[in-house]
């Protein structure tokens, strides 16, 4: 797979995902420095794509071979 086609694919949902931890790490008031935050986002949508580039292949290797 490209690289384009994994960044299209797999982009918004790290960055929604990212979103929501940010948001709730900022609620409870884990974090309160706007830098903190900034790095602890971009963090998260990082370590949240190379999850699901590493993962998705797994679980379609896994599941795609099942047959009923």
Do not use: K, R, W
């Not at 086609?5 to 929501?20: C, E, K, M, Q």
């Amino acid at each position: 797979m490209q690289f384009g086609n994994l960044v299209s694919a797999h982009l918004p949902n790290a960055v929604v995902a990212a979103t929501i931890f940010t948001l709730y790490n900022t609620y409870t008031g884990d974090v309160a420095d706007p830098v903190t935050i900034g790095i602890e986002y971009l963090t998260y949508v990082t370590v949240i794509f190379i999850g699901f580039v590493v993962i998705t292949p797994i679980l379609n290797e896994a599941f795609g071979s099942v047959s009923t």
